[in-house]
Nanobody, 123 residues
Framework: QVQLVESGGGLVQAGGSLRLSCAAS????????LGWFRQAPGKEREFVAR????????VYAESVKGRFTISRDNAKNTGYLQMNSLKPEDTAVYYC????????????????WGQGTQVTVSS
């Protein structure tokens, strides 16, 4: 059974940083694309970033480009989202997801999801 477990969320002031982790119980984790999404209260889940399994190519939402960095350590079956220069509008529950295909920017492209971790950015 595949499980994804996020950690690292919390409360931070605007301008601060957090690093989210996503631990995956997938034997072939290195063959999965890894994505991060977020959902704020009253809003739809939105794409944040994705890293491909192969050469580690990345894609970011425009709203986080230059501030967030997605990475992965296949030896540890763990993905990361480094979030710098956080803004109040980054407040949301953050989810990691894994895709057996290329993944992408749509939530429907992902096969497995974590339970989410809350990130709150105060002004």
């Amino acid at each position: 059974q595949v499980q994804l477990v996020e950690s690292g969320g919390g409360l931070v002031q605007a301008g601060g940083s957090l690093r989210l982790s996503c631990a995956a119980s997938i034997r072939t984790f290195n063959m999965y694309a890894l994505g991060w999404f977020r959902q704020a209260p009253g809003k739809e889940r939105e794409f944040v970033a994705r890293i491909f399994w192969g050469f580690g190519s990345t894609v970011y939402a425009e709203s986080v480009k230059g501030r967030f960095t997605i990475s992965r350590d296949n030896a540890k079956n763990t993905g990361y989202l480094q979030m710098n220069s956080l803004k109040p509008e980054d407040t949301a529950v953050y989810y990691c997801a894994a895709a057996q295909t290329l993944g992408g920017t749509s939530a429907s492209a992902y096969d497995y999801w974590g339970q989410g971790t809350q990130v709150t950015v105060s002004s």
